[in-house]
């Protein structure tokens, strides 16, 4: 079993800054793509942005230039850098990660999510 866990949300002020994690854990072989996704009440969940294993990235236009997604293979963790934090930005954050582990193809596994409230 791979476990993704998030950690970071929290309340901000508009204009503020937070940093999100994701570390995944269990019987990893290699982590393909991952990527944050946010959902905001009485909202659909949406992706927010995405990051090959290679490093190639892709975001949702309303965050572009202020979000910025990374990860670090060696330690299986994904980041988003969320700078100029707005309050439409308000939403539960989740990443995935699409995961190969032993004797199964691959699949995709969630996190629990986290937080993010942005308000003076």
């Known amino acids: 079993q791979v476990q993704l866990v998030e950690s970071g949300g929290g309340l901000v002020q508009p204009g503020g800054s937070l940093r999100l994690s994701c570390a995944a854990s269990g019987s990893i072989v290699s982590i393909y793509s991952m990527g944050w996704y946010r959902q905001a009440p009485g909202k659909e969940r949406e992706l927010v942005a995405v990051i090959t294993s290679g490093g190639s990235t892709n975001y949702a236009d309303s965050v572009k230039g202020r979000f910025t997604i990374s990860r670090d293979n060696a330690k299986n963790t994904m980041y988003l850098q969320m700078n100029s934090l707005k309050p439409e930005d308000t939403a539960v954050y989740y990443c995935?990660?699409?995961?190969?582990?032993?004797?199964?193809?691959?699949?995709?596994?969630w996190g629990q999510g986290t937080q993010v409230t942005v308000s003076s």
């Open positions: 995935n990660a699409e995961v190969k582990t032993y004797y199964i193809p691959p699949y995709v596994v």
